[in-house]
C-alpha cells in the first residue's frame, strides 16, 4: 500500500439522523448518492444506532468527548479523523453540512458565484421544506397535528395557493436562466450541484403531501417537472437509490398527507 493511502475501517462519513424517514437526513443521503460517495447511516443500519443520534444531540452536554459542541438537532454528520487533533468533527445543520460536503464531492459549483447561487438556491429549496412542514404543524412542534388541525387547514391553504406557486415560479426562472449552460437539468451551471438533489426532495415530497394541487400545478412549469424533476431523478447513483430500501418512504415526517390539507 502506498505511504499517503489511509486505511480507514468504516466509511469517513457518518450520518446521524432518525431511523425509517427520510425527513432532514434526506437531502444528506442524496448528495453521498448522487456522486458515489461511501457513508454509514448509523440509525438505519443498526439496531442500536439511535443511541448515537440521541447522544449527539444530548440536551445536557456542553461538548462532546471530541472536543465538538453537541448538535443542535439532527442531521448531524460526524467526519472522522477531520476534527480538532485529528479527532472526529461533528457538523449540524443541513445547509451547513451541504456546504461542507459540496466541495469535498463534486456538488457545489465551479467558482465562487456558482458556489454562492447553490448555497442560496438550497436555502430556498429548505425554506419551501420548512413551510410545508408547517402546513401540519402551525402553532406548535411538539404537539399533536389533531390539536392544530383549524389552524393547519389555513395554513396548509396560503401554503398551495400563495407560496407554492411563488417558489416554484422562482425555480423556474431558475433553470430557465440557467438553460444555456444547465439545459433545464441544473439550477447553476453545467452540472448536478447540491441544490438539484435539494430542490428535488423538496418537490418529491410535495407530490406526496399534495397530490391534486401538485397535479394540478405542474404543467405550469415546464421545465421544472418536464425537464428538470425528471432528469435529477435518472442521474446515475440516484436513479439506483431511489430504486432501493435505502430510500424510505415517505410517511409522518415533514411530508404529510393528510387530504384535508390538499386541494378540494
Ligand atoms: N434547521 C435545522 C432543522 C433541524 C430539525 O428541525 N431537525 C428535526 C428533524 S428533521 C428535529 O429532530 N428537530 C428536533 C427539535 O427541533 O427539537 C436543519 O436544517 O438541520
Not at 462519513?13 to 453521498?32: C, K, N, T
Not at 457545489?108 to 454562492?116: I, N, P
Request: charged share 25%.
Amino acid at each position: 500500500m502506498s505511504a499517503t493511502k489511509k486505511t480507514r475501517t468504516q466509511p469517513p462519513y457518518e450520518l446521524l439522523y432518525w431511523p425509517g424517514i427520510p425527513g432532514r437526513g434526506e437531502f444528506i443521503r442524496l448528495a453521498f448518492e448522487a456522486t458515489g460517495t461511501s457513508y454509514t447511516d448509523t440509525a438505519n443500519e443498526s439496531k442500536d444506532g439511535i443511541q448515537a443520534v440521541l447522544a449527539m444531540k444530548d440536551e445536557n452536554a456542553t461538548i462532546d468527548a471530541d472536543g465538538n459542541p453537541p448538535a443542535f438537532a439532527p442531521p448531524a454528520l460526524r467526519i472522522h479523523g477531520e476534527g480538532k487533533d485529528g479527532k472526529p468533527l461533528l457538523l449540524y445543520q443541513t445547509p451547513a453540512i451541504l456546504n461542507y460536503l459540496g466541495d469535498k464531492i463534486g456538488l457545489a459549483g465551479e467558482d465562487e458565484a456558482d458556489k454562492h447561487w447553490v448555497l442560496a438556491h438550497t436555502l430556498t429549496a429548505l425554506d419551501l421544506n420548512n413551510e410545508v412542514h408547517d402546513t401540519h404543524h402551525p402553532i406548535a412542534t411538539a404537539k399533536y397535528y389533531e390539536d392544530q388541525k383549524e389552524e393547519a387547514l389555513k395554513k396548509a391553504a396560503d401554503v398551495r395557493e400563495q407560496r407554492i406557486p411563488k417558489f416554484l415560479g422562482y425555480f423556474e426562472r431558475i433553470l430557465k436562466g440557467n438553460a444555456a449552460k444547465g439545459g433545464g437539468k441544473y439550477l447553476v451551471g453545467g452540472k448536478l450541484s447540491y441544490a438539484d438533489t435539494t430542490l428535488w426532495h423538496v418537490l418529491s415530497g410535495l407530490k406526496f403531501a399534495f397530490p391534486k394541487e401538485m397535479e394540478a400545478r405542474e404543467k405550469e412549469y415546464e421545465s421544472l417537472f418536464g425537464t428538470f424533476y425528471p432528469s435529477v431523478q435518472e442521474h446515475s447513483g440516484l436513479k439506483e437509490y431511489l430504486a432501493s430500501e435505502r430510500r424510505k418512504p415517505f410517511s409522518m415526517g415533514i411530508f404529510r398527507h393528510y387530504p384535508e390539507l390538499d386541494r378540494q
